[in-house]
């Protein structure tokens, strides 16, 4: 009596909840709970838009116990069938489900198994041939799990070929992802070095305005407006005692004060670097002048790094 009153509650609450669009991971919940309070019309009704986080095979998984309570048994074994067919791995818990469904559910795997083996093998081997070589790898090693399921039985010796190809294929589809991973760190290693000597390259001045520096003694040189702020930096791995990081910027400073352009005559550290350019390129000063009216200047300014 308490367990049917528990379960009228149970599905006073499931059937108030509405069914939205988007909302179908909750009537995969609700679903769920209508199938234990034992409203398993209602519950198929939830699970028509459902989604779980185990994918369409958990919602079919649930769609076959609620027809086998409900008697359709060719109904429930389609549910399994297409079950299996989405997720040949899919292994359902003993412990949670009927014995006569985790049965059924095997009987179902042990006729399916076969095809879904030779299915899986040949789009592996389509996404091989298509240089999918990470997807390729992740089949031939399902196909593999296949091969050595207890549930194929007898059908594994006439698959027993297909054993051999499916390990032949994963270490070439293995080695062609790593081998494609080494090419992809080394086009983005060699991209940033070229950015490294680009950003290290001296400014080319334009050939009309003059640029004039510290030789030029009748030119106010710049003066830092605030503070000049470095970036922070962690001194690598190995760095004691006093050793220091010496560098050389030199700063092309415009005629309102700004940094037009920045580079390293002497680097500092190679990755440090960057980050100094791009600190440098936020400073300000108040410009040279000659004859009282502002010029542009180039000014070296040197930079150490002290261990901490």
């Known amino acids: ?10 599905w006073a609450f499931v059937a108030q909840e509405p069914i939205q669009a988007g909302a179908s991971d909750n009537n995969f919940m609700a679903a769920k709970a209508l199938y234990a309070a034992g409203n398993y019309e209602e519950a198929l009704s939830r699970l028509t838009s459902a989604t779980a986080a185990g994918g369409a095979a958990e919602v079919n998984q649930y769609r076959a116990l609620c027809l086998l309570a409900l008697g359709r048994t060719a109904e429930a074994e389609r549910s399994l069938e297409d079950l299996v067919t ?3 791995l899919f292994k359902m818990s003993e412990t949670d489900v009927s014995p006569r469904v985790v049965a059924m559910f095997h009987d179902v795997r042990k006729r399916l198994l076969p095809g879904a083996t030779r299915d899986l093998y040949a789009r592996a081997r389509t996404n091989y041939d298509q240089k999918l070589y990470g997807r390729a790898a992740a089949e031939f090693k399902d196909v593999l799990a296949l091969l050595g399921d207890p549930d194929l039985g007898q059908d594994a010796a006439a698959l027993s070929d297909l054993k051999m190809i499916a390990e032949g294929f994963l270490k070439l589809a293995d080695a062609e992802a790593a081998a494609a991973a080494k090419a992809e ?6 991209k940033k070095a070229e950015a490294a000597v680009e950003a290290a390259k001296p400014p080319a001045p334009p050939p009309t305005v003059r640029i004039y520096n510290e030789a030029d003694k ?3 040189p710049p003066v830092d407006i605030g503070s000049r702020t470095l970036p922070e930096w962690k ?13 050389v910027l030199r700063l092309l400073i415009d005629e309102q004060g700004k940094v037009e352009q920045a580079a390293l005559v002497q680097r500092v550290l190679e990755a440090y670097d960057p980050l100094l350019l791009a600190a440098a390129r936020s400073w300000t000063f108040r410009p040279a002048r000659r004859n009282g009216q502002p010029v542009k200047y180039q000014k070296l300014i040197g930079v150490t790094l002290l261990p901490r």
């Open 86 to 88: 989405q997720r040949p």
């Open 1 to 10: 009596m308490l367990h049917s009153i528990l379960s009228l509650m149970l």
């Open 185 to 190: 760190t080394d086009a983005a290693a060699l």
């Open 218 to 220: 009748d030119v106010t």
């Open 235 to 247: 001194p690598p791995p190995g760095a004691a005692g006093s050793f220091e990081y010496r560098g």
